[in-house]
């Protein structure tokens, strides 16, 4: 077995299971691997899961999964995806990570939209009214346009089936970091020693290859990037996730 433990993170609407493909995958090449639940997103579909996700921030969940990082006997992997990519960002940024492989990473406080696709989910976003103050779930048509896009239909309901609410706080601060007062998501870069891995879908559209380049240039040699081709937002589940996976590991043993 490998040294380090692996910590599997989870993007926004979602749970551990949407990590379930690489978890196993990295499990049965010797690591030991972790995927814990952001607060309250094991509940199931209800009104109280709402209620208690209602004003939770990125800061919870960083709070969190640094008192389950403790835990451990020492600095983990993070692997995360989407929301989970910005969440290991800011967790190296404190000292809480030997390395971390970002999966179409959320961007983080600076980083601009690079196309005008990006720019209208924006606006889409803005036209929802004060989504901030309740707990979204997902629009079928909008997810299947811009996080699951080369998937087959029939996986396509299967995942959106399965993803949940998400507290309107944590997407606002991430969609929104200019306006965010307590500026969440405003990762130290000085503060981040740890190598990056950034991958980045080719057709992902919600964080598209120009925007998660811009994202990771600002760490200059302590982060690589790669463009998986062919690979949507939800990269874990398009034909070839496999050999992303191996990627990954490949990556890490050459650290």
Known sequence: MTD????????????????????????????????????????????????????????????????????????????????????????????????????????????????????????????????????????????????????PETLQHQLYDRLDTESGRVLFEFVFWMYDENQTTKVDIDAVTCPLLFLSGSEDRAVPPSTARAMAARYGDRAQFAEIEGACHYMQFDDGWEKTAQHCIDWLKGL
Not at 39 to 65: N, W
Request: hydrophobic content about 45%; charged content about 20%; glycine content about 10%.
């Open 4 to 151: 380090a433990p692996v910590v599997f993170l989870h993007g926004t609407n979602g749970g551990p299971w949407t990590m379930e493909n690489f978890s196993r995958y990295f499990e049965a090449q010797g690591y030991a691997c972790h995927a814990p639940a952001y607060r309250f997103h094991d509940m199931p579909p209800s009104e109280a899961r709402d209620a208690v996700l209602k004003g939770l921030s990125i800061a919870d969940y960083v709070d969190d999964l640094s008192a389950f990082i403790e835990t451990l006997d020492q600095p983990p992997v993070l692997v995360g995806h989407s929301l989970g990519g910005l969440v290991a960002q800011l967790l190296a940024a404190k000292g809480l990570a030997r390395s971390a492989v970002l999966l179409n990473s959320s961007i983080i406080n600076g980083t601009l939209p690079t196309t005008e696709r990006e720019r209208r989910l924006g606006k889409l976003f803005i036209s929802a009214g004060a989504f901030w103050e309740e707990t979204p779930g997902q629009d079928f048509d909008l997810l299947a346009d811009f996080g699951l896009n080369t998937l």
